[in-house]
């Protein structure tokens, strides 16, 4: 037993930082999994169904950030969240189509609001749950890790410290429930990936001579943008008609594609900006 000890209890401090905390106005708390770093965090669907308020996410660091609800699947108990931020501490996601029945596993969430408690048992039963409304059943992992309102949401982890499944209560039933990790990846993959919309008209133009000589020699055109959509990211962001921009997240933008391209790989991320003003290269924060 001592042995066991020692070796799950570094596996929860590497696990921690990837699970949050999902707050909604006087609706209590739920818990969620720092899906990619790039601020996707999942959760049950019934934690945000109903939300009253922004949705508000705290980070094991003690950051808070505001959660937009980026997707839905009420008969999987899955909800997307996105964050603005980049770099986060995802999880480890594992297999669990290969997890198997007396396999030892252990919850990690905030049960009645207590932050970051944790529980063990063993994988009881793989099978499968009346889905809602007469929807197709939803496949399920049983286990007889003790879980409580606030434990939503979170992860049901291997002694690996990966991700297995999502924690779900809301199938019922005497023994604690969770949707398999490979169930939400395979909802995840069927999500178009968010497109980042400036609010700009842009045409291709030169660099004005004295930038050809300076840090950007060797780049022939920018974009000049022509005008500024009214209450967009651009406007919010101090974007102004006759700006050239140079530069996104360190990538040399020429083209409208390149310009999209970078936007989107980008969305839902902090970013950084070099537009040419005048006789100056001036830095833009993009305010989403």
Do not use: C
């Not at 950051?63 to 108990?77: S, T």
């Not at 409580?148 to 199938?171: K, T, Y």
């Amino acid at each position: 037993m001592q042995s066991i000890a020692t070796t799950l209890a570094p596996l929860v401090e590497k696990v921690r930082p990837s699970v949050v905390q999902v707050r909604s106005g006087r609706r209590g708390q739920g818990t969620g999994v720092i899906w990619r770093r790039d601020g996707a965090i999942l959760t049950n669907d019934h934690v945000v169904a109903g939300a009253q308020g922004k949705l508000r996410i705290l980070l094991d660091d003690g950051r808070h950030f505001d959660a937009e609800v980026a997707a839905r699947n009420p008969q999987h108990d899955l909800a997307l969240l996105r964050i603005s931020a980049d770099d986060l501490p995802a999880a480890t996601i594992g297999d669990s189509t290969q997890l198997r029945i007396g396999e030892l596993v252990f919850a990690l969430g905030h049960p009645w609001g207590q932050p970051w408690v944790v529980t063990a048992g063993i994988v009881s039963g793989l099978g499968e749950a009346h889905g809602r409304d007469g929807a197709p059943p939803v496949p399920i992992i049983r286990s007889d890790v003790r879980l409580r309102p606030g434990n939503s949401g979170g992860p049901l982890l291997d002694a690996a410290g990966a991700v297995v499944g999502i924690n779900a209560m809301v199938f019922g039933g005497d023994l604690s429930v969770a949707i398999p990790a490979h169930l939400a990846n395979s909802w995840l993959g069927e999500i178009p990936a968010p497109r980042s919309i400036l609010g700009v008209s842009v045409h291709q133009a030169p660099l004005p001579a004295d930038l050809q000589r300076g840090a950007w020699a060797g780049r022939g055109s920018g974009l000049l943008i022509i005008a500024v959509q009214a209450g967009g990211t651009a406007e919010r962001s101090g974007l102004l008609v006759g700006d050239l921009l140079l530069d996104i997240a360190g990538h040399s933008i020429e083209t409208t594609a390149e310009l999209q391209a970078t936007l989107d790989q980008r969305a839902g991320q902090a970013t950084r900006l070099y537009v040419a003003r005048g006789e100056a290269v001036v830095a833009i924060d993009l305010q989403e």
